[in-house]
């Protein structure tokens, strides 16, 4: 059906993201004209630091009372985790479809990764959870909205509360996304955000905490590196409730730097926009491929609010080397599409069965089935209608000439 010169050729860098907001760029500047990018002490008394302001505006955005800025999402969880208690020899639940650095941020804290399975939508399989809760005895659930999917937090947070287990949310992808009308980022005791340049919010490196309570932020805010000089964080529990804590939280040296913070505040009023694009590209992907044979893309529930920064789907007839074919003919095409079943790790993407540090009989055979023939793309803001179309036609393309080679 499809003419092979009529296909063309993708004119945009998936990996290109937004430029920072000139008013980011000129704050940032200044910072470094004064040489004061530390975050502490870099402002006269009774101004907020950069850093300050972008936990306070952090935790208003999502109706928590406080948020802790660290300098990854992956220092974030593990911060989390010690904060909330887990301690060396813990086990720790996580769905196994996820970024390296989250068994990598369990594994930190000196505690085991207790892998779940996720549905064939990429979501946490509630039920696997369950018998996991039950049997390994976990004390905490790091639950990874991988690549932004939200699962049924209504289940989740019913597993969690019967089991008496510490639910933390990894929201790397999730920054705008919501669970039936309410913030991903707000059912569990503390949730972690990224602003490293791959997502919602571009710092180069950075990661927040955000939490309502009280112990859990004195602990991460001390854990992260205050020294004493926490005074000079907003959004942070009153003096009363840091004096039982000192001397008794060791210093990680976790945190972010003021010209990063400077450069991510202004990005929080871009947000919403940013999201609807994104959502408008997700969207026209979803129709542009959603009856092509051979490919099936996730389903989404009605109750998911999702920010659409990247684009999934399985080519569940495909063995490995056709999937192989499929990802040389969109290159050749200028598509860069990455695939989670290839046999070495590559790049960004991983699986359970590549974390060697993982005991093996916890590997899970429905996730590396559904992982086997994952693909994934990009939507970087700047994709447009125009980029989705050509995508979509490079696509429908190579699945057509792999099945048409393969008979
Ligand atoms: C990027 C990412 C992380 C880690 O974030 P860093 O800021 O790079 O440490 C954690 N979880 C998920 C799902 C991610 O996509």
Same mark, same amino acid.
């Given at each position: ?5 009529? $296909? ?28 004061? &990018? ?33 300098? !990854? ?12 208690? $887990? ?11 996820? &970024? ?11 505690? *085991?990764?207790? &892998? $779940? ?32 999917? $939200? ?15 510490? =639910? ?6 999730? =920054? ?71 001397? +008794?939280?060791?210093?990680?040296? &976790? ?20 999201? +609807? ?60 599409? +990455? ?9 960004? *993407? ?19 089935? =559904? ?29 057509? !000439? ?6």
């Amino acid at each position: 059906m499809d003419d092979t010169d009529t $296909v063309p050729h993708f004119d945009l860098d998936l990996t290109q993201p937004d430029p920072i907001p000139a008013s980011g760029i000129a704050r940032a500047v200044e910072l470094m004209e004064s040489g004061r &990018l530390f975050r502490y002490g870099e402002t006269a008394p009774g101004t907020l630091g950069d850093a300050a302001q972008l936990e306070q505006r952090f935790a208003q955005m999502l109706g928590r009372k406080y948020a802790i800025a660290v300098n !990854s999402c992956g220092a974030a969880l593990f911060l989390a985790l010690r904060s909330s208690g $887990v301690r060396a020899g813990d086990q720790v639940l996580v769905n196994g479809y996820t &970024l390296a650095p989250v068994p990598g941020a369990i594994d930190h804290a000196g505690a *085991t990764p207790v &892998l $779940v399975e996720v549905t064939e939508n990429c979501t946490i399989d509630t039920t696997d959870l369950e018998r996991r809760a039950s049997e390994s005895g976990a004390k905490a659930l790091l639950l990874s909205h991988m690549r932004g999917h $939200v699962s049924n937090m209504d289940e989740v947070v019913r597993v969690c509360n019967r089991y008496g287990i510490t =639910l933390i949310e990894d929201c790397a992808h999730t =920054l705008g996304a919501s669970w039936d009308g309410r913030a991903s980022g707000t059912f569990g005791t503390a949730a972690c955000f990224s602003l490293q340049t791959f997502k919602h919010i571009n710092a180069g490196e950075g990661g927040i905490i955000v939490t309502d309570d009280d112990e859990l932020a004195v602990r991460a805010i001390l854990n992260s590196g205050s020294y004493m000089l926490y005074g000079q964080h907003a959004a942070r529990p009153s003096e009363e409730a840091f004096e039982p804590l000192r001397g +008794k939280v060791p210093n990680y040296s &976790l945190r972010l730097s003021a010209t990063a913070a400077a450069v991510a505040l202004p990005q929080l009023d871009l947000l919403e926009e940013r999201g +609807k694009r994104m959502n408008a590209s997700y969207q026209l992907l979803e129709t542009l491929l959603k009856d092509v044979e051979g490919l099936r893309i996730m389903q989404r529930d009605p109750r998911e609010g999702y920010i659409g920064s990247s684009f999934q789907f399985c080519l569940p007839e495909m063995e490995a080397a056709d999937i192989g074919n499929f990802l040389a003919t969109c290159l050749e095409h200028g598509l860069g599409i +990455k695939w989670f079943g290839q046999e070495r790790m590559e790049g960004f *993407t991983s699986r359970p069965s590549q974390w060697e540090y993982v005991d093996e009989r916890m590997l899970l055979s429905q996730t590396e089935a =559904l992982l086997s023939t994952l693909c994934d793309m990009r939507i970087p803001p700047a994709m447009t209608e125009h980029h989705c179309h050509q995508a979509a036609h490079i696509i429908t393309h190579a699945i057509q !000439s792999v099945r048409s080679a393969t008979g």
